[in-house]
Structures are given as C-alpha cells and as structure tokens.
T-cell receptor
Framework: NAGVTQTPKFRVLKTGQSMTLLCAQD?????MYWYRQDPGMGLRLIHY???????AKGEVPDGYNVSRLKKQNFLLGLESAAPSQTSVYFC???????????FGEGSRLTVL | AQTVTQSQPEMSVQEAETVTLSCTYD???????LFWYKQPPSRQMILVIR??????QNATENRFSVNFQKAAKSFSLKISDSQLGDTAMYFC??????????FGTGTRLKVLA
C-alpha cells in the first residue's frame, strides 16, 4: 500500500517563485493535514481539512494556501516563496475516531 | 488555544535502561486524545502510543507506557529496556473535537550502547 505520498520530495526555489506540494492518500481518510518541521520548533500545523471541499487554518497559515478538491488529495501552495518558508513539509491523514495520523515521507523545500 | 510543551530537547539513556520523556499540555476541553509519535532518523513518523482523556487507566504498548495525569495536564512516556532502535525524535501530540492536531517541539532521544 502506498499510504500517504508527497511530491516533490525536494525542491529549491528562488524568492518570489510559486509552487505546489501535492499530498495523496489511498486510505479513504477524511482528515488531512499539512505541517512544517523546523529545528527546535517541532511540527507546526499550517492548514488542515476535515473533508472534501473544506479547509481550515492551523497555527502558521500565513503565506500558504490549500485546496481539497478531491478526497484523496490535499494541495499546499506557496504563492510567493520567502526564505522563511525553507523547511521540511509533512502531510498526514487519518480517519475519524482513534485519531492516529499517517504521515508522508516529507518534502524538503529550500527558498534562496 | 491548545498548547503542547516538551521541556527536554535532548536526552540519552544506556541500552536496557529506562527513560521517561515529559510532556505537558494546556486545554479547556474535557474530551481529547494524547499521543506519542516517533520519528527515526529516516524521518517517517509513526505512532507509539495513544491515550483517551476519558480513560483513567494509563495506556501501555509493550515496552512503552504513559503516565497520564489529567488534573496536572501531564502526559509522560516511559520507555523500558531501551534499545538502540529507540533512538529517534519523540513528539507529544494533542487532538480534540476541533480536529486540530497539535504537536510539541520534540525530544531527541539517543540510546547508548
């Protein structure tokens, strides 16, 4: 089983460029999440979705947009990348109930 | 807003010994879930153990157990008989009915041979 797949795995951007990270899950999960992981700051929630067509802001949403047009996909967009957005990004999904999150392998983004 | 605090950035333990990782949280909700996740050097995050707030009994999974103190809002993880494969970053996490899933800053655990 593929589980949660993130693409791309690595990307280097110049300041001001835009890009989209794709998260795909094949477990029919309702809930999906985008986090960023930075040294000393742990995992911080950017945006999340509780179902197809819905999104909500997390702890650090500024500079990011998301869309959940299909249940299996959750897209994270950077409209105008900034060096402060250099990070490792993780997508995760879960069903309701017990709450276990299933994570992707992460996407390392560098903004120069 | 909910917060999760892990006050130990790094810890080390000798192989076969026991170690306890601390976690405190803040919430005004009465029903919620708490979790410990492990992130080995390969970066894939996996669930170690979970605790439902309405359950008074502490959760246990093989060598991993928690000490859940609801009134004190404390949720520590005890690893018994530590193994080299336990070397990882450990994250405490909180989830409630708002569906937000909040993580702490992590504790880097190194098991020494």
């Amino acid at each position: 089983n593929a589980g949660v797949t993130q693409t791309p795995k690595f990307r280097v951007l110049k300041t001001g460029q835009s890009m989209t990270l794709l998260c795909a899950q094949d477990m029919n999960h309702e809930y999906m999440y985008w986090y960023r992981q930075d040294p000393g700051m742990g995992l911080r929630l950017i945006h999340y979705s509780v179902g197809e067509g819905t999104t909500a802001k997390g702890e650090v949403p500024d500079g990011y947009n998301v869309s959940r047009l299909k249940k299996q996909n959750f897209l994270l967009g950077l409209e105008s990348a900034a060096p402060s957005q250099t990070s490792v990004y993780f997508c995760a999904s879960r069903t309701g109930g017990n709450g276990e999150l299933f994570f992707g392998e992460g996407s390392r983004l560098t903004v120069l | 807003a909910q917060t999760v605090t892990q006050s130990q950035p790094e810890m080390s333990v000798q192989e076969a010994e026991t170690v306890t990782l601390s976690c405190t949280y803040d919430t005004s909700e009465s029903n919620y879930y708490l979790f410990w996740y492990k992130q080995p050097p390969s970066r894939q995050m996996i669930l170690v153990i979970r605790q439902e707030a309405y359950k008074q009994q502490n959760a246990t999974e093989n060598r991993f157990s928690v000490n859940f103190q609801k009134a004190a809002k404390s949720f520590s993880l005890k690893i018994s008989d530590s193994q080299l494969g336990d070397t990882a970053m450990y994250f405490c996490a909180f989830m409630s009915g708002t569906y937000k899933y909040i993580f702490g800053t992590g504790t880097r655990l190194k098991v020494l041979a």
